[in-house]
């Protein structure tokens, strides 16, 4: 049986935490770069595989610092009207390489003529690299992402399916809680900050998914009421 589930509710308090320690550490992670780099330089060679992981291990921090930044800054989104599709096709020129790197097809049957859609572009954008990076991330041998856009009453639908091997239900219940993950070099922020993104948009995000089914992500989002 298919399993679908919306969250949303989960958010709020993430992001007041957010503000203030992403902020504190980052300036700490700065320096500590900067001085880590000084240090490779009077090392012995043969210990530079040290160095190599402390530099990549402080920008991981630093990337899950700013993931988390980018949740504590609502003043800054700037809300147009947008083509929607517009936004989409901008997306998938950003992961066009590694799709095809995994032998990863997108099909698109765009036909055009879909009504524009409030939102902030930057983090629409957002949204859908992350949910197409996640499809890639579940076909490293191939596959197909099938994309479709459509409105549905007064909300424009986007829906990302992929091929993959799905999410039994109590995976999906797990997922858009920080720090989720199944990867070993993933973060589990990726679907908290979709759906934070989609919520300060008055809009959902749904999972449906089940083990060998693959997956599929629809975003609803309201249409533009006025020009
Ligand atoms: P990350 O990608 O860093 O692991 P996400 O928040 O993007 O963090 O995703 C959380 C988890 O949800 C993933 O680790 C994976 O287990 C699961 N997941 C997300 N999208 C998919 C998908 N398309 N197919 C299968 N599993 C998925
Ligand atoms: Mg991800």
Redesign the pocket.
Known sequence: AEELLIRSEKLSVIGQLAAGVAHEIRNPLTSLRGFTQLLRRELDPARFYYIETMLSELDRMTYIVNDFMSLSKPQLVAYRNHELADTLRAVLLVIESEALLHNIAVHWDHRGGLPPVRCDEHRMKQVFL?VL??AI?AMPDGGAIHLKMEAVGDELLVRIRDEGPGMPKELIERIGDPFF?T?SD??G???MICHRIVEAHNGSIRFSSAPGAGTTVDILLPIATET
């Open positions: 992350n990076k996640n991330d993950t990867k993933g973060t922020l990726g679907l």
